[in-house]
């Protein structure tokens, strides 16, 4: 990817349980998205962070951001079986460039 | 509320073989964005327009080709298909001086 890693790849926890997925990226960003991408469908759009926002919620799902770290973290609360999917981050480069760039994304399997 | 459209949903090309895919953007939306994805891979970006004009290139084999149109729809020519252009492609388009962009369905190519 030429964005960063996203950690873990797979994760698979137990539903009701809460799921964190972790992405890095390498340049300075204007804002942060997180996608969701149902196997071998589209990327339907979860939550946008800007840069100088540090977190946002919207419903079960909590979003972090640290610039001076290059990461973001997603919080799914309370997991439901439909949340399995994989999840990717992505970042627009600062200033200009509105495209965006994703990471590897983590494939997340909820057991009923 | 109305997505993204895009069509074929699906294709099966010969090598040597050309191909076009079409997108229709969120009504009122201004800029179209295409990404490839290939299979356990993040969404690549190919090509963008605004306003009818390109705005920004990407990792777009010089086969390819797009255009966008006076009603903002989008087409992505590409030829002289090669086995490794298999992948699901995804248009996404989004409103000038906002950040989110919304994804089609993805078209999905298969070169034999």
């Given at each position: 990817?030429?964005?960063?890693?996203?950690?873990?790849?797979?994760?698979?926890?137990?539903?009701?349980?809460?799921?964190?997925?972790?992405?890095?990226?390498?340049?300075?960003?204007?804002?942060?998205?997180?996608?969701?991408?149902?196997?071998?469908?589209?990327?339907?759009?979860?939550?946008?962070?800007?840069?100088?926002?540090?977190?946002?919620?919207?419903?079960?799902?909590?979003?972090?951001?640290?610039?001076?770290?290059?990461?973001?973290?997603?919080l799914?609360?309370?997991?439901?079986?439909?949340?399995?999917?994989?999840y990717?981050?992505?970042?627009?480069?600062?200033?200009?460039?509105?495209?965006?760039?994703?990471?590897?994304?983590?494939?997340?399997?909820?057991?009923? | 509320?109305?997505?993204?459209?895009?069509?074929?949903?699906?294709?099966?090309?010969?090598?040597?073989?050309?191909?076009?895919?079409?997108?229709?953007?969120?009504?009122?939306?201004?800029?179209?964005?295409?990404?490839?994805?290939?299979?356990?891979?993040?969404?690549?970006f190919?090509?963008?327009?605004?306003?009818?004009?390109?705005?920004?290139?990407?990792?777009?084999?010089?086969?390819?080709?797009?255009?966008?149109?006076?009603?903002?729809?989008?087409?992505?020519?590409?030829?002289?298909?090669?086995?490794?252009?298999?992948?699901?492609?995804?248009?996404?388009?989004?409103?000038?001086?906002t950040?989110?962009?919304?994804?089609?369905?993805?078209?999905?190519?298969?070169?034999?």
């Amino acid at each position: 990817s030429q964005q960063g890693e996203e950690d873990p790849q797979a994760l698979s926890i137990q539903e009701g349980e809460n799921a964190t997925m972790n992405c890095s990226y390498k340049t300075s960003i204007n804002n942060l998205q997180w996608y969701r991408q149902n196997s071998g469908r589209g990327l339907v759009h979860l939550i946008l962070i800007r840069s100088n926002e540090r977190e946002k919620h919207s419903g079960r799902l909590r979003v972090t951001l640290d610039t001076s770290k290059k990461s973001s973290s997603l919080l799914i609360t309370a997991s439901r079986a439909a949340d399995t999917a994989s999840y990717f981050c992505a970042t627009d480069a600062f200033q200009g460039a509105q495209k965006l760039v994703f990471g590897q994304g983590t494939r997340l399997t909820i057991n009923p | 509320a109305a997505g993204v459209i895009q069509s074929p949903r699906h294709l099966i090309k010969e090598k040597r073989e050309t191909a076009t895919l079409k997108c229709y953007p969120i009504p009122r939306h201004d800029t179209v964005y295409w990404y490839q994805q290939g299979p356990g891979q993040d969404p690549q970006f190919l090509i963008s327009f605004y306003e009818k004009m390109q705005s920004d290139k990407g990792s777009i084999p010089d086969r390819f080709s797009a255009q966008q149109f006076s009603d903002y729809h989008s087409e992505l020519n590409m030829s002289s298909l090669e086995l490794g252009d298999s992948a699901l492609y995804f248009c996404a388009s989004s409103l000038v001086g906002t950040d989110t962009q919304y994804f089609g369905p993805g078209t999905r190519l298969t070169v034999l």
